[in-house]
T-cell receptor, first 113, second 114 residues
Framework: KAGVTQTPRYLIKTRGQQVTLSCSPI?????VSWYQQTPGQGLQFLFE???????NKGNFPGRFSGRQFSNSRSEMNVSTLELGDSALYLC????????????FGSGTRLTVV | KQEVTQIPAALSVPEGENLVLNCSFT??????LQWFRQDPGKGLTSLLL?????REQTSGRLNASLDKSSGRSTLYIAASQPGDSATYLC?????????????FGKGTHLIIQP
């Protein structure tokens, strides 16, 4: 059974550019959520999608957005990149809400220069 | 707002020792608590998932307990091995409306000396 797949693994972008990250969940999982991990702040929740609808959103500026497609694959977009956006971005999939646990991907390491 | 604290922040022990990692959370309205390990530069690997109605879960040398009323969980690692060296994270999933995904602690950085 394939796990959660995130692409690309590494990205280097220039300040002011935009970036799109991709996540393919485990087959049958309809919930995809995104997290940002930095040394200073640890893991912080960005947003969660279920059946193409954003269900929850963390405390991040509007430059961070996402979407989910009918096949449950999800993309996360960051516009007007800032140096502080450099982080490991992790995607997690779940069967749905409530008691289900999460399975994480290997992450995308974004470096903004 | 849910807050999760993990103690200790770092731990270094000789191989073979049994050890306990601690996790506490401020809001007991949770669906479940999940323990993960993270190797440097990698994603998270799920170790154990404990539902709010459960007291403990076991997998191999790992045992996690949950006391929801006091807002505490412990991860017990028996007969530690160098391969157990990693950062261990606990996370809770809040229940109720407006739930905001998982809330993580800052982790315990564990080093097992050969």
């Amino acid at each position: 059974k394939a796990g959660v797949t995130q692409t690309p693994r590494y990205l280097i972008k220039t300040r002011g550019q935009q970036v799109t990250l991709s996540c393919s969940p485990i087959s049958g999982h309809r919930s995809v959520s995104w997290y940002q991990q930095t040394p200073g702040q640890g893991l912080q929740f960005l947003f969660e999608y279920f059946s193409e609808t954003q269900r929850n959103k963390g405390n991040f500026p509007g430059r961070f957005s996402g979407r989910q497609f009918s096949n449950s694959r999800s993309e996360m977009n960051v516009s007007t990149l800032e140096l502080g956006d450099s982080a490991l971005y992790l995607c997690a999939s779940s069967l749905g809400g409530g008691p289900y646990g999460y399975t994480f991907g290997s992450g995308t390491r974004l470096t903004v220069v | 707002k849910q807050e999760v604290t993990q103690i200790p922040a770092a731990l270094s022990v000789p191989e073979g020792e049994n050890l306990v990692l601690n996790c506490s959370f401020t809001d007991s309205a949770i669906y479940n608590l999940q323990w993960f390990r993270q190797d440097p530069g990698k994603g998270l690997t799920s170790l154990l998932l404990i539902q709010s109605s459960q007291r403990e879960q076991t997998s191999g040398r790992l045992n996690a307990s949950l006391d929801k009323s006091s807002g505490r969980s412990t991860l017990y690692i028996a007969a530690s091995q160098p391969g157990d060296s990693a950062t261990y994270l606990c996370a809770v999933r809040r229940s109720g409306g407006g739930a905001d995904g998982l809330t993580f602690g800052k982790g315990t950085h564990l080093i097992i000396q050969p």
